[in-house]
């Protein structure tokens, strides 16, 4: 890897993760004043197949809210379709 790459690898990864803390730190600042309002908290976004899995990622991925789209795992980007459970089902424990 060129020095170049490694730097503007470097100045993406940083603004990556600084993006997810600002959003994280916002997440959390909502929460406090869905509390402080009486709403009740969020249920979870975990879709029920995926929970308690060492394979779920549940990141978000896109520009806008409209063109947003979420990546449940590697296996199944979209989450288990079938019915029962997930056959690539990993316990996080």
């Known amino acids: ?10 100045a993406n990864d940083l603004c990556r993760r600084r993006a997810y803390e600002q959003w994280h730190r916002g997440q959390s600042k909502q929460q406090i004043l869905r509390s402080q309002a009486g709403f009740p908290s ?19 991925y896109g520009t806008s809210r409209a063109k947003r789209c979420t990546l449940v795992c590697a296996m199944h980007p979209y989450g288990w379709q079938g019915g029962g459970g997930c056959p690539d089902w990993q316990d996080e424990g």
């Open 42 to 60: 969020l249920p979870p976004t975990r879709p029920q197949p995926c929970r308690g899995c060492t394979n779920y990622h549940g990141i978000a």
């Open 1 to 10: 890897m060129s020095v170049t790459n490694e730097l503007f690898y470097r």
